[in-house]
């Protein structure tokens, strides 16, 4: 095969595992935002906050890596994905922005500490529910000719969008609870334990839902899980996304296991994610413009991918020593200076 058909896979799995590993590491970070209205003092709000932060910082890693791989490798697709969606991506950008700012100003704070916890209670809920309205752009498909976006400034608006929008706030919700079963003891753990359970019910009715609507769309994802006889080989993703979703609401009722929630519910969203990407395949903006479409000539690629060689190892391996320098329970009196 040539560098023109090999390196666009490449460069799709690279995006697509940096989207991921934003999904999964990020994710629970803004969950922890999400349910800041839930912390029953500003102490609590702290302990809850502590738990990510010595390493929150770095998740943001894998956003700029999905970002600036798509310019690199996949010009015309960052192109349409940007005039396409440039409101809700800018609106997720403010509100990262909000996020980081209010998580470190917070610890300063005295008088303005309540503002401030406010403050990333909505940032965090901002980028979350702009992160489900991109997905559902994009899943809903684009109409494209020439290459270009033909839809207006709010195109991307659609009942479907809200609803993935939605969704992922109430994921990363899930996200964020079961971290902090695994993370905190004592009524912290309580109270993440008592708000997993009902979130475990609502994501999986979110992901039913979601699913039961592609069939509508003109994306043809759906589709192109029956066409050739595709649905006998990729059968096993939603039998294994049910297979984990049955597994993660028997650990939630468990008080006895505090790994197996945050675990599973990851493997729920990799699940998720695998059945979107295989949904997808070849497009990289739905529903005709295809990887090779969209590449750069594979001199660029070739030229990013070297210096990738030497990035993605030192991105897994610093993210790895911090998440295991840090690993273990935090306590409720440890400190964020």
């Known amino acids: 095969m040539s560098l023109e058909t090999v390196l666009p896979v490449i460069w799709f799995g690279v995006i697509g595992f940096g989207v991921l590993m934003y999904v999964l590491l990020d994710g629970f970070v803004l969950g922890l935002g999400i349910l800041a209205p839930f912390a029953e003092d500003e102490a609590q709000l702290d302990h809850m906050m502590n738990t990510a932060a010595p390493i929150w910082d770095g998740n943001e890693t894998w956003l700029v890596l999905g970002g600036a791989g798509l310019l690199a490798a996949f ?31 917070r610890f300063k704070a005295t008088r303005a500490k309540p503002a401030w916890g406010a403050a990333f209670a909505l940032g965090s809920m901002f980028a979350a529910f702009a992160q489900g309205v991109i997905l559902g752009a994009l899943v809903e498909g684009m109409p494209l000719q020439g290459g270009k976006y033909l839809g207006g ?3 991307w608006f659609s009942p479907f969008s809200m609803l993935t929008g939605v969704a992922v706030v109430f994921g990363y919700a899930l996200l964020g609870s079961t971290w902090l079963v ?31 609507w592609l069939p509508f769309l003109d994306s043809r994802i759906m589709a192109r899980w029956f066409e050739d006889g595709n649905f006998w080989w990729l059968a096993p993703v939603p039998l294994l996304a049910l297979a984990n979703a049955f597994a993660l609401w028997r650990a939630a009722m468990q008080h006895d296991r505090d790994a197996a929630p945050f675990l599973l519910t990851l493997c729920f969203f990799a699940l998720g994610f695998a059945g979107l990407v295989l949904g997808i395949w070849p497009n990289i903006v739905p529903p005709g413009l295809s ?21 993605l190892p030192a991105i897994l391996g610093y993210t790895w020593w911090s998440y295991s320098v840090f690993k273990g329970k935090v306590a409720a009196d440890a400190g964020y200076h």
Do not use: C, H, N
Request: proline share 7%; no cysteine.
């Open 153 to 155: 400034a709010f195109g």
């Open 75 to 105: 010009p015309k697709a960052y192109a349409v994905v940007l005039s396409a969606l440039y409101l809700p991506v800018l609106m997720m950008l403010i509100a990262l922005v909000f996020r980081g700012v209010a998580f470190e100003f």
């Open 291 to 311: 990887i090779w479409d969209a590449a750069s000539p594979p001199s660029s690629q070739g030229f990013v991918l070297a210096g990738l060689v030497v990035l």
């Open 182 to 212: 695994l993370k905190t003891e004592g009524p912290l753990q309580a109270i993440a334990r008592t708000l997993t359970r009902p979130l475990v019910l609502v994501v999986v009715a979110f992901m039913g839902l979601v699913s039961a």
